[in-house]
C-alpha cells in the first residue's frame, strides 16, 4: 500500500507539531513529523529504543547529551539509546522531517528531563 500523509494516522504532539505514522511495527517505526517556526519537542531519552532524524525541509538544531548540531535540508542524524535529545526548528519555514526509531518506542520508554 502507499503511504502518505492522507491515508496514515495522525497524532498531534503539541499545538502545530505533528506527526504521520508511515510504518508502525515493534521492530521500526516510520514518521513524517512537521514542526512550526520557532517550535521544538521536548527534551527527553530512550533507554530502549535509537532514533535517527533526517531532515526534509527547513533547518532544525538538535541537542543532544553530548552536544548540538545543526541540519539543514537532506541532512541526518542518529540519536544513541540514553542520549537526551531534543529537535528545535531554527529555520524561517516549517521543518518537516523523517523519524525513524528502532524498536519503535513504546509509551514506557519516554523519559523526560528533570
Known amino acids: 500500500m502507499i503511504r502518505n500523509r492522507s491515508n496514515v494516522l495522525l497524532q498531534e504532539w503539541s499545538p502545530s507539531h ?3 505514522s508511515l510504518t508502525d511495527r515493534n521492530e521500526v517505526s516510520i514518521k513524517v513529523e512537521e514542526i512550526p517556526v520557532a517550535g521544538h519537542s521536548d527534551a527527553h531519552y530512550h533507554k530502549e ?3 535517527f ?3 526534509l525541509e527547513g533547518r532544525a538544531k538538535v541537542d543532544l547529551t553530548e552536544g548540538g548540531y545543526m541540519l ?3 541532512d541526518g542524524i542518529e540519536i544513541p539509546t540514553e542520549s537526551m535529545h531534543q529537535i528545535s526548528n531554527i529555520g524561517e519555514e516549517k521543518l518537516l522531517f523523517l523519524l525513524i526509531s528502532w524498536p519503535k518506542v513504546q509509551e514506557h520508554d519516554v523519559h523526560k528531563s528533570n
Open 18 to 20: 505533528f506527526a504521520w
Open 49 to 51: 529504543s535509537r532514533q
Open 53 to 55: 532524524f533526517f531532515i
Open 72 to 74: 539543514k535540508r537532506f
